[in-house]
């Protein structure tokens, strides 16, 4: 290929690279956000709404108790005792895990973003050429992901100027060998962002997600779904402690 035709496809190339890595970027961005996102309305839910759940789980586990007891040859009253207790150490198990979660992340500003941007353009693991590279990215990338969820903008821009000028931006001055270089790097970046996008869906697959939209749609319209769940359920809740005698002494022994 003559040398000014060979100019010509590296520049297209090395464009078209250029276009892949800001869009895995962009990805990278919003998986993590997404990510962020739900961690924050799980944390809003279960104090809002999952904590009742359980209460009425255990207190539905009390009352399915007392009328095995008073019914023993009862056996569909035995299973669904027995059912009704598994649900409520399920319930109970689910809100140990929630519990033991660190804080949800802060807020992500719009600065901490474009520091995450450039912080993923700069050190991806796919940028390296040797093993020792890619494994010191994977490590920055790691600690960038969770600076990133903790919304600390400084410790990103630190985690830039520790990884030092990116070797990969240097190019050798033969045309071919970076057209080479090129079509491999956009071979990685495609193959990056069908693998982003896969873990995007199975994030927005997630009924946690699902619920969060909802949710989000229905008090962008002035409705207050969570609260009014919890209304409900606190409703219920008096009424099963009523019917159930002594509701706060069966909670305590159920948990």
Do not use: W
Not at 2 to 29: G, W
């Amino acid at each position: 290929m003559p040398a000014d035709e060979q100019e010509l496809e590296l520049a297209k190339l090395e464009a078209e690279q250029a276009q892949l890595e800001e869009q895995v970027a962009l990805f990278e961005l919003e998986r993590e956000t997404t990510k962020t996102d739900v961690a924050r309305f799980q944390k809003r839910y279960y104090d809002t709404v999952g904590r009742l759940l359980v209460e009425l789980d255990t207190l539905l586990a009390g009352l399915s108790q007392q009328a095995a007891e008073a019914n023993p040859d009862d056996m569909e009253a035995q299973h669904e005792a027995r059912a009704a207790q598994d649900r409520a150490r399920q319930s109970a198990e689910e809100a140990g895990l929630i519990e033991a979660q660190p804080e949800p992340p802060a807020v992500i500003t719009p600065e901490c973003k474009k520091a995450y941007r450039r912080a993923a353009m700069l050190m991806h693991p796919d940028r390296a050429t040797s093993d020792a590279e890619r494994e010191r990215r994977t490590q920055m990338m790691a600690q960038v992901n969770l600076a990133y969820e903790r919304g600390d903008q400084a410790a990103l821009e630190k985690l830039i100027v520790e990884f030092g000028e990116d070797p990969e931006a240097i190019t050798g001055v033969d045309a071919a060998s970076r057209m080479l270089k090129s079509a491999r790097r956009i071979t990685q970046l495609r193959r990056r962002v069908t693998e982003i996008e896969q873990e995007l869906d199975g994030i927005r697959e997630a009924e946690i997600f699902q619920l969060m939209t909802a949710v989000i749609e229905a008090e962008e319209l002035g409705d207050n779904p969570l609260g009014e769940l919890a209304g409900k359920l606190l409703q219920e809740i008096a009424r099963r402690r009523v019917a159930l005698g002594n509701g706060k002494s069966v909670l305590n022994k159920l948990r």
